[in-house]
């Protein structure tokens, strides 16, 4: 006679889990894949005994969870070591590719509103700058983007210097936007039951949806146990259809993320629009437990499709298991960009205000290395781009893929350098020699250039100038520059605060008060409040 199961305990579960071999996850996340009545599928290789443990026609039948942080934090974060200080003499050319994403500061947000610092390895300080717009200047050339550079004297370190790179692309308007063929693929497994998951996807959707026009185009692709297609390619003009399909997406079974993304390139390749966007939003917390589950193997995939001219861009959500290395890179292998959404705000901000940055791009596979004088630069050190850096003889390589920017973004980039004759981070060498100068050699810092393709081109655009110099004092640079300069220096002091010498959080904190205007959303005050948090949980004693 056979025993259907109806409720069974998690710890039991657990405990079956681990006879097949399978990694124990937190209970929050195993409730949540077993929250809809489902038939519980045995891997292949269990034995009869555990069959017979749980019948093939049983089912679980356990309550929704409520969202809350699982005590089992299984979430996953790449390694981020803080890039190293070199010396011109040994190395004067750094080298790295360019970084739209923002998903860290969101991500590193959501801790904070928790009430617990995030971990280091969730910090990368570019992603916190590149956060916010900065008004920066226009372009006015042939160029599809700005080059600007300011360099200030450090509130880090006694006579060391900071040199600004800015980089501002051209913006374009809803009505300027070539048509766009668009697959929204949508993790509905059960770990995406919870309010901060599925509802906020679904939310996030329903504001793209109202930006798009007639000549849009479409795809809505679901998967857990396995992959459906939900809606054909449907026209913008239909929200409503579209709306509908959005509104009725439930979450519930395993998440085999891999044949979903092969289907949503097949897809998209079926109408891709030749001079249009053809893109791909992926909507998931990461969790990938079916099918192939390998890092590397997944990101190769990607990286092989986005030579068909279809880029992937990656929507985080949800806490306790949430996968931030592998969203963070897909988008970069995607050629797409990585967000992370917690809340409906930062929904509305990615995908309606950024609506043209998230889906036009206007220049691929930028790079930029700068070459820094040894007659005028005894040291230098990169701020943040820890997982972006390049090997100098790549950045004249067309064949090596870097970051690409999208219409209205702006680029941020910081270098902290020690002048010539100045006391350093390293020891002197004993026989370093000294170089005879000319005037003209010590009239400049460094020398930045960056090297882009234009959308769908193979040749890349060589774009250089110089960086002069001599510095003004913090107080006298402009806003946008001190409160980046804030900003990095949060990024580092959450971190450990290694290179932020004697800037602490009150400094960090008054910085970014005085810099705080123009605020449009509100977003500088907002960055404020959060530093205030850090601050308070950086004081707390376990």
Same mark, same amino acid.
């Given at each position: 006679?056979?025993?259907?199961?109806?409720?069974?305990?998690?710890?039991?579960?657990?405990?079956?889990?681990?006879?097949? &071999?399978?990694?124990?996850?937190?209970?929050?996340?195993? $409730?949540?894949?077993? *929250? /809809? +009545?489902? =038939?519980? @599928?045995?891997? #292949?290789?269990? &034995?009869?005994?555990?069959?017979?443990?749980?019948?093939? $026609?049983?089912?679980? *039948? /356990? +309550?929704? =969870?409520? @969202?809350?942080? #699982?005590?089992?934090?299984?979430?996953?974060?790449?390694?981020?070591?803080?890039?190293?200080?070199?010396?011109?003499?040994?190395?004067?050319?750094?080298?790295?590719?360019?970084?739209?994403?923002?998903?860290?500061?969101?991500?590193?947000?959501?801790?904070?509103?928790?009430?617990?610092?995030?971990?280091?390895?969730?910090?990368?300080?570019?992603?916190?700058?590149?956060?916010?717009?900065?008004?920066?200047?226009?372009?006015?050339?042939?160029?599809?983007?700005?080059?600007?550079?300011?360099?200030?004297?450090?509130?880090?370190?006694?006579?060391?210097?900071?040199?600004?790179?800015?980089?501002?692309?051209?913006?374009?308007?809803?009505?300027?936007?070539?048509?766009?063929?668009?697959?929204?693929?949508?993790?509905?497994?059960?770990?995406?039951?919870?309010?901060?998951?599925?509802?906020?996807?679904?939310?996030?959707?329903?504001?793209?949806?109202?930006?798009?026009?007639?000549?849009?185009?479409?795809?809505?692709?679901?998967?857990?146990?396995?992959?459906?297609?939900?809606?054909?390619?449907?026209?913008?003009?239909?929200?409503?259809?579209?709306?509908?399909?959005?509104?009725?997406?439930?979450?519930?079974?395993?998440?085999?993320?891999?044949?979903?993304?092969?289907?949503?390139?097949?897809?998209?390749?079926?109408?891709?629009?030749?001079?249009?966007?053809?893109?791909?939003?992926?909507?998931?917390?990461?969790?990938?437990?079916?099918?192939?589950?390998?890092?590397?193997?997944?990101?190769?995939?990607?990286?092989?499709?986005?030579?068909?001219?279809?880029?992937?861009?990656?929507?985080?959500?949800?806490?306790?298991?949430?996968?931030?290395?592998?969203?963070?890179?897909?988008?970069?292998?995607?050629?797409?960009?990585?967000?992370?959404?917690?809340?409906?705000?930062?929904?509305?901000?990615?995908?309606?205000?950024?609506?043209?940055?998230?889906?036009?791009?206007?220049?691929?596979?930028?790079?930029?290395?700068?070459?820094?004088?040894?007659?005028?630069?005894?040291?230098?050190?990169?701020?943040?781009?820890?997982?972006?850096?390049?090997?100098?003889?790549?950045?004249?390589?067309?064949?090596?893929?870097?970051?690409?920017?999208?219409?209205?973004?702006?680029?941020?980039?910081?270098?902290?350098?020690?002048?010539?004759?100045?006391?350093?981070?390293?020891?002197?060498?004993?026989?370093?020699?000294?170089?005879?100068?000319?005037?003209?050699?010590?009239?400049?810092?460094?020398?930045?250039?960056?090297?882009?393709?234009?959308?769908?081109?193979?040749?890349?655009?060589?774009?250089?100038?110089?960086?002069?110099?001599?510095?003004?004092?913090?107080?006298?640079?402009?806003?946008?520059?001190?409160?980046?300069?804030?900003?990095?220096?949060?990024?580092?002091?959450?971190?450990?605060?290694?290179?932020?010498?004697?800037?602490?959080?009150?400094?960090?904190?008054?910085?970014?008060?005085?810099?705080?205007?123009?605020?449009?959303?509100?977003?500088?005050?907002?960055?404020?409040?959060?530093?205030?948090?850090?601050?308070?949980?950086?004081?707390?004693?376990?």
């Amino acid at each position: 006679m056979q025993h259907s199961i109806k409720i069974l305990s998690l710890s039991v579960l657990s405990v079956m889990l681990m006879a097949c &071999g399978n990694p124990i996850k937190s209970q929050h996340h195993l $409730a949540a894949e077993v *929250a /809809m +009545p489902v =038939p519980l @599928a045995m891997p #292949s290789h269990v &034995g009869d005994s555990a069959r017979k443990m749980i019948a093939p $026609a049983s089912y679980i *039948a /356990m +309550p929704a =969870p409520e @969202a809350q942080v #699982s005590p089992y934090n299984t979430e996953k974060y790449q390694k981020n070591e803080v890039n190293a200080v070199f010396s011109v003499a040994d190395q004067a050319v750094s080298t790295f590719s360019i970084d739209v994403d923002t998903g860290s500061y969101s991500n590193t947000r959501r801790y904070l509103n928790d009430g617990r610092l995030p971990p280091v390895d969730a910090i990368r300080a570019e992603e916190m700058m590149n956060y916010f717009d900065y008004h920066y200047p226009q372009p006015n050339s042939i160029h599809p983007f700005s080059v600007s550079t300011e360099t200030v004297d450090s509130p880090w370190k006694e006579r060391a210097k900071l040199i600004k790179i800015a980089i501002q692309a051209k913006d374009l308007n809803t009505k300027q936007l070539p048509p766009a063929n668009l697959v929204f693929l949508v993790d509905v497994s059960g770990s995406m039951n919870a309010d901060d998951k599925l509802p906020l996807v679904k939310q996030t959707l329903r504001v793209l949806t109202e930006q798009l026009r007639a000549q849009d185009k479409v795809t809505i692709i679901t998967y857990a146990n396995g992959e459906k297609l939900v809606l054909e390619p449907t026209s913008g003009a239909q929200k409503d259809k579209i709306l509908s399909v959005i509104n009725a997406l439930q979450a519930g079974g395993a998440t085999a993320g891999e044949q979903a993304i092969q289907l949503a390139y097949k897809q998209a390749e079926k109408v891709f629009m030749k001079n249009g966007i053809n893109r791909i939003l992926l909507a998931t917390d990461g969790d990938f437990n079916v099918g192939i589950t390998d890092f590397n193997t997944l990101k190769g995939m990607v990286a092989e499709k986005r030579k068909s001219g279809i880029s992937l861009t990656t929507l985080g959500y949800g806490t306790g298991n949430y996968n931030e290395q592998l969203m963070e890179q897909l988008a970069d292998a995607g050629d797409g960009h990585y967000s992370y959404i917690d809340n409906k705000n930062e929904a509305k901000k990615v995908v309606q205000r950024q609506l043209s940055s998230t889906l036009a791009t206007v220049a691929q596979d930028v790079k930029i290395q700068v070459e820094f004088n040894p007659a005028t630069v005894k040291e230098y050190r990169l701020v943040g781009y820890e997982n972006r850096m390049l090997k100098q003889e790549d950045f004249n390589n067309d064949k090596v893929d870097a970051g690409d920017i999208g219409a209205g973004h702006n680029v941020t980039a910081l270098y902290e350098i020690i002048p010539v004759g100045q006391q350093g981070w390293l020891n002197d060498s004993r026989y370093q020699a000294a170089t005879k100068t000319t005037a003209a050699q010590k009239s400049e810092y460094a020398y930045v250039n960056l090297r882009y393709k234009l959308p769908n081109q193979e040749n890349s655009i060589l774009l250089s100038q110089a960086v002069q110099a001599g510095s003004k004092p913090l107080a006298q640079a402009n806003n946008d520059t001190r409160f980046a300069i804030a900003v990095a220096a949060y990024a580092q002091q959450l971190k450990g605060g290694q290179y932020n010498g004697a800037m602490g959080w009150d400094q960090i904190i008054q910085l970014a008060q005085q810099s705080a205007k123009p605020d449009a959303y509100q977003l500088r005050e907002e960055f404020v409040d959060l530093a205030k948090i850090a601050k308070s949980l950086s004081a707390k004693k376990d």
